[in-house]
């Protein structure tokens, strides 16, 4: 089955770093992403990994792990504003032709000054 | 360079209607994919076109179809609409499906359904 899990709520304090884990099962794996979602917005791209390793990016990093099913986000220096929803998403390719993204629910991160 | 973009924003239907919504991709992008979202159920993929075929469908019953136009504008629609079809509806933009490394959303379409 396809089954990607995170935590459903997280709490951080401002400046702080937190570190948001996802585990994933999927028939097929084409990269992982990671998506910041505010309340009733769209999700906006953060990260994408498809080798194994860290992937940095300012104040956020992801890392993968294919052959655990492991992703997490880090994110430092934690501002106000990072409070939102932070979605894991495997790309999931179907006879090497397209894909679909498989989400799991969401961490819903809470950053309190 | 224009994001991806959906109309309508907000849309109110009643049941048994039928709904279209419109997604412009990022030019260049010619992959496109639909998404539902509701609080209960999170975001679930309807279904995936590129160069103008459906190349993947999730498990939406038929009443959920689209298309996609030699452009690579795309169209979703639902028919028959029910109560639990409420949901913010959200279009993915990529250069290709099955590669590249970025999958953008548009700002998403709210539909209620009453």
Known sequence: GQNIDQPTEMTATEGAIVQINCTYQTSGFNGLFWYQQHAGEAPTFLSYNVLDGLEEKGRFSSFLSRSKGYSYLLLKELQMKDSASYLCAVRDVIYNQGGKLIFGQGTELSVKP | ?114
């Open chain 2, 1 to 114: 360079k224009a994001g991806v973009t959906q109309t309508p924003r907000y849309l109110i239907k009643t049941r048994g209607q039928q709904v279209t919504l419109s997604c412009s991709p990022i030019s260049g992008h010619r992959s496109v994919s639909w998404y539902q979202q509701t609080p209960g159920q999170g975001l679930q993929f309807l279904f995936e076109y590129f160069s103008e075929t459906q190349r993947n469908k999730g498990n939406f019953p038929g009443r959920f179809s689209g298309r996609q136009f030699s452009n690579s504008r795309s169209e979703m629609n639902v028919s028959t609409l029910e109560l639990g079809d409420s949901a913010l509806y959200l279009c993915a933009s990529s250069v290709e499906g099955a590669s590249g490394n970025t999958i953008y959303f548009g700002e998403g379409s709210w539909l209620t359904v009453v």
